[in-house]
């Protein structure tokens, strides 16, 4: 019956769907252009430890601008490039990107640490250890310095590969973060055998703790398992400074939001830096 109705019928679009896949195909076609344009920049989020107020590092995220369409944001575009195939150059861009401007700080005296969001679809050609050790002696970063953010959703899809991937370059220092943690599919037994250093909380989690529900605990919880494993904890969407008080308290490791500062070009984090004072943000 339902083979006959599949015959028979024909499958429509809505005006919604197809506007999308119309702006989906036009948007893969810009990517090309756009990594032959030099249309990507960088933008780093500072991230600070909690009880100290300082400054440890900072979040790589890529920003778009397009003469045809204007400002894209990674969410849009981020995924388009994977199924397009266009994340590995696109990823390779921002990856070398970065490791630039983080050597140029270091030069300057600015040490901090950078991490960089990585698709899942960077690690299932198994190249990505060599492409980033070899990017780190180009560049002569030292791979302490260096954190690899994934998803959740990497262990799901090519869970060996990532797992061997992340074992080299742990090897070699650089550190592993599980990004946006809480609103994937990993279940502890994954967590607790891949070779990890640090868990991001996802933001939608950060964002109950002073609500008037179990959102505190649930992040507490979060927060003690984390550190039975050894983990650090990164607190992402931290928008108040009752978020980071809380936070304080549930001893929680790092954090990162529009709280303590926004993303930054390069030129402007580096004078941002300079005036930081650890304890400001705390208020
Ligand atoms: P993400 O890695 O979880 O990055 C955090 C996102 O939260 C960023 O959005 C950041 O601007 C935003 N954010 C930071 N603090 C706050 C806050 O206090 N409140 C709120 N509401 N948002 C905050 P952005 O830059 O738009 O990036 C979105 C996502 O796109 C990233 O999520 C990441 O998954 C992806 N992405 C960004 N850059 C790259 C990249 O270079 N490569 C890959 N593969 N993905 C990237
Ligand atoms: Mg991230
Ligand atoms: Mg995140
Ligand atoms: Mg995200």
């Excluded at 950060?206 to 979060?222: C, F, K, T, W």
């Excluded at 969407?237 to 709280?259: F, I, N, R, W």
């Amino acid at each position: 019956h339902s083979k006959e109705q599949g015959r028979n019928s024909i499958c429509f679009f809505s005006p919604a769907q197809h506007e999308a896949t119309l702006s989906r195909y036009r948007i893969a076609g810009l990517l090309q252009q756009a990594l032959d344009n030099d249309e990507f920049h960088m933008v780093y989020q500072p991230q600070i430890e909690v009880d100290s107020g300082k400054l440890i590092g900072v979040e790589a995220l890529i920003r778009w601008y397009s003469p045809q369409l204007g400002q894209v944001s990674p969410e849009v575009f981020i995924p388009v490039a994977e199924d397009a195939g266009l994340i590995e150059a696109v990823g390779y861009w921002a990856l070398e990107q970065s490791i630039a401007e983080t050597m140029k700080w270091l030069e300057k005296g600015l040490e901090l640490k950078i991490s960089v969001n990585f698709s899942a679809r960077q690690f299932q050609r198994g190249e990505v250890a060599s492409r980033l050790l070899a990017l780190l002696n180009k560049y002569q970063l030292p791979a302490e310095l260096f954190v690899v953010e994934l998803t959740e959703t990497c262990f799901v899809h090519s869970a060996e590969a990532t797992e061997c991937e992340l074992v080299r370059l742990r090897e070699h220092g650089v550190r592993i973060a599980i990004d946006d943690f809480g609103t994937g599919f990993s279940s502890l037994s994954y967590i607790r055998n891949m070779s990890l250093d640090m868990i991001k909380i996802d933001r939608s989690f950060i964002s109950q703790i002073n609500a008037e529900n179990s959102g505190g605990r649930l992040v507490q919880a979060m927060i003690d398992m984390s550190h039975a494993m050894e983990l650090e904890v990164v607190a992402e969407g931290v928008e108040s400074a009752q978020d980071l008080a809380v936070l304080k308290q549930l001893g929680c490791d790092m954090a990162q939001g529009y709280h303590i500062a926004r993303p930054m070009t390069a030129s402007d984090l580096e004078g941002w830096a300079m005036s930081y004072e650890p304890g400001q943000a705390s208020g």
